[in-house]
């Protein structure tokens, strides 16, 4: 089992920037590849960025490419998303998810995943 709690979300200003993280505990942080999603009021949920097992290869939504950067500390147990440029369009709520797969395939699949936060609120005015 492991659990994942997002922190770090807000009510921002377009471009400004935004620190996520998922404080991730059970078993061992290292066996999951981990991802953001994020899902608007009225719209199904959404591939947002992905991280291997090893930090080695990172994954981008092309919605997101550029802006956003998907990073993970081994040490802390502790995934973070760093979002530069902020648009009103990324409003969300964002979600932390991990999955315990050998492969990085299907990395933007919501149904790979095994275990998922309950979500911070991220806002974007303009």
């Known amino acids: 089992q492991v659990q994942l709690v997002e922190s770090g979300g807000g009510l921002v200003q377009a471009g400004d920037s935004l620190r996520l993280s998922c404080a991730a505990s059970?078993?061992?942080?290292?066996?999951?590849?981990m991802g953001w999603f994020r899902q608007a009021p009225g719209k199904e949920r959404e591939f947002v960025a992905a991280?291997?097992?090893?930090?080695?290869?990172?994954y981008y939504a092309d919605s997101v490419t550029g802006r956003f950067t998907i990073s993970r500390d081994t040490a802390k147990n502790t995934v973070h998303l760093q979002m530069n440029s902020l648009k009103p369009e990324d409003t969300a709520v964002y979600y932390c998810?991990?999955?315990?797969?050998?492969?990085?395939?299907?990395?933007?699949?919501?149904?790979?995943?095994?275990?998922w936060g309950q979500g911070t609120q991220v806002t974007v005015s303009s």
């Open positions: 991280i291997s097992r090893s930090g080695g290869n990172t």
């Open positions: 998810a991990a999955r315990w797969v050998p492969r990085d395939s299907d990395y933007d699949k919501g149904s790979t995943y095994n275990y």
């Open positions: 059970g078993r061992t942080f290292n066996n999951y590849a």
